[in-house]
């Protein structure tokens, strides 16, 4: 008798299904943007990380095929190799411009450049500090690297201070690590406190900036700028592939954390430069950035008419001070189902469940693109499902009474 070895795979599957943990990719025709056919149905796209609307602009897409009409489709190689061309280094030093840094350094994606700048920042002999709702990314740096890494509660100054006061005399050195804006919840990290704090208690500290870069503060340039926490020593880590539209990630910071990178990150010495078309595609958007801000304000007005609208309604969000903006649900399947019905109503807006946050929840993601009318409509879709479901709470608490 044999026993087949992977048969474990489908009875976990199975275990996901009950939790109502499964998770299944949902196709989308054609371009991202504000509107999308989702499974062949048009509906408004309250999903997308695409906060400026860049992904489907022409002049990025012009810039990836010029770019790669240049230089080729791929980048044949690791940057230290073969694979280093003139427009990275470009790209760097627009980053280094915007974040008003002495140097940038561009890996092949936001999660390789958390990985692996946390793996090469600390150690066996080293701590680190994240926030408990850190992206994954964070989690499986610190994870990667080896050092001892204890959570503390979100956004919490005094759980944080008090887990260095116990741990920091026992390590060599100690890197604070922490979203920016929450991917999955919207809010700040307190950014001035933590600095502060890192001062203290002799600590690096590094900023994800995934959801606030092109977003905050007046150029953009993220958290740090929005809290003038510009210049303040500080890694500061994001993406290319959220509101710049393309694909990468980025570590801007000292000139000696660069190089240092450089020739310590494995996530950005084994691997392949970025391609020339998503390096092109991110200079665009770069500079679409300076030349438009008209952009990123027409994204905030829209963030505060829906937010205002929502609470005229009396429809609770979670704190948010970004274009996330969260519904909270009591379980998984009340958020499937939440999700299921804005759909068939034409709004797109994901269902966000554990394993990924502790707690389920509609996830709405405002757009520098959207018209009013969008979020019009998404608010009457909205006020509809809570009519309904406040009556039928009335009807269920009725039935005692009836019996
Ligand atoms: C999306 C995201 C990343 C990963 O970035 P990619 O470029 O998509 O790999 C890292 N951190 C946070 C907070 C994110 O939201």
Redesign the pocket.
């Known amino acids: 008798m044999t026993i087949d070895p992977y048969s474990w795979l489908a009875r976990s599957r199975d275990t996901i299904h009950r939790a109502g943990w499964y998770r299944a990719v949902q196709t989308i025709e054609g371009r991202g943007g504000a509107v999308v056919i989702l499974e062949g149905q048009r509906v408004i796209n309250f999903a997308s990380?695409d906060y400026l609307g860049l992904a489907g602009d022409s002049r990025l897409i012009e810039a990836a095929v010029s770019a790669t009409r240049e230089y080729g489709a791929g980048s044949t190689g690791s940057r230290l190799l073969s694979g280093h061309r003139e427009i990275h280094r470009e790209l760097e030093r627009a980053i280094a411009r915007l974040k008003q840094t002495e140097d940038a350094i561009v890996f092949s994606?936001?999660?390789?450049?958390?990985i692996g700048t946390i793996s090469a920042l600390v150690g066996s002999r080293d701590l680190i500090l994240g926030d408990d709702y850190n992206?994954s990314?964070?989690k499986n740096g610190a994870v990667l690297s080896g050092a001892t890494a204890i959570a503390y509660n979100h956004c919490n100054l005094a759980d944080l201070r008090h887990k260095l006061q116990q741990n920091r005399p026992n390590y060599r050195r100690c890197l604070i690590a922490t979203?920016s804006v929450f991917?999955m919840d919207g809010d700040l990290c307190p950014l001035p406190e933590l600095l502060e704090i890192a001062e203290e208690f002799e600590s690096m500290l590094l900023v994800?900036e995934?959801?606030a870069t092109g977003v905050l503060g007046k150029n953009g340039a993220g958290c740090a700028e929005h809290f003038n926490c510009t210049g303040r020593p500080l890694i500061q880590m994001g993406?290319?592939?959220?509101a710049l539209g393309s694909?990468?990630?980025y570590v801007a910071g000292s000139a000696s954390l660069i190089d240092f990178l450089r020739n310590r990150s494995p996530s950005w010495i084994y691997t392949t430069g970025l391609s020339p078309a998503d390096t092109g595609a991110a200079l665009a958007a770069l500079q679409i950035l300076r030349s438009e801000p008209e952009r990123r304000a027409r994204l905030w007005n829209n963030v505060q008419f829906l937010k205002q609208q929502l609470s005229d309604l009396s429809i609770e969000l979670f704190p948010s001070e970004s274009p996330i903006l969260c519904l909270g649900l009591s379980n998984p399947t009340e958020a499937l189902k939440a999700a299921q019905t804005l759909k068939k109503a034409g709004i797109f807006a994901p269902a966000i469940r554990p394993p990924t946050v502790p707690t389920s929840r509609l996830r709405l993601c405002v757009m520098a693109t959207h018209e009013i009318d969008h979020l019009e409509q998404l608010v009457e879709v909205l006020t509809q499902q809570y009519r309904r479901e406040k009556s039928n709470s009335r009807a269920t608490e009725g039935k005692p009474g009836e019996a």
């Open positions: 990380n994606s936001g999660y390789l450049a958390n992206h990314s964070l979203d991917s994800d995934a959801h993406t290319l592939s959220k694909l990468g990630g």
